[in-house]
């Protein structure tokens, strides 16, 4: 009897067959599941078409693939939350990206020199006490 729900056959099957890889971008958050295949691309259940009609964010999103030359190879199941459209676009290309380097550690040199495996680390400043905004301030008047 399995003691939580990861252990379920479900969550083993795709721990035990696939490569995994995490993409954050801003507010968003991807994980990434790969597994050698025809090229088939899930996103929370949805096919890549339907989750992003734009043709730009889904050739963004193909990028590491096409970097190594291996679209078509793999079929990619993930999850992507947070954020905005571009956002979670930017966290599936990392993320993708990543697990490609787990499948196999000798294409880290493509991807690192087509730039997929830098992390975008910028993200919404916060605001300050005092401060109309992140950095705005109050109009100052001397009388």
């Given at each position: 009897m399995p003691r939580s729900n990861l252990e379920s056959s479900r969550y083993l099957d795709v721990a035990a067959t696939n490569f995994y890889?995490?993409?954050r971008r801003k507010t968003s958050v991807a994980r990434v599941f790969l597994k050698p295949g025809s090229g088939?691309?899930?996103i929370r259940g949805t096919s890549l078409e339907k989750r992003f009609p734009s043709e730009a964010v889904?050739?963004?999103i193909k990028a590491p693939l096409e970097?190594?030359?291996a679209t078509g190879k793999f079929d990619i199941l993930?999850?992507?939350k947070g954020g905005g459209v571009t956002g979670q676009a930017d966290a599936l290309r990392l993320g993708i990206a990543r697990a490609l380097v787990a499948f196999d550690a000798e294409l880290r040199p493509a991807l690192k020199k087509a730039g997929m495996l830098t992390?975008?680390?910028r993200i919404k400043e916060r605001?300050?006490?005092g401060l109309a905004?992140?950095?705005k301030r109050f109009q100052f008047s001397k009388r």
């Open positions: 890889g995490t993409g088939e691309i899930v889904r050739t963004r970097a190594i030359e993930a999850t992507a992390r975008d680390a605001k300050k006490y905004g992140a950095r």
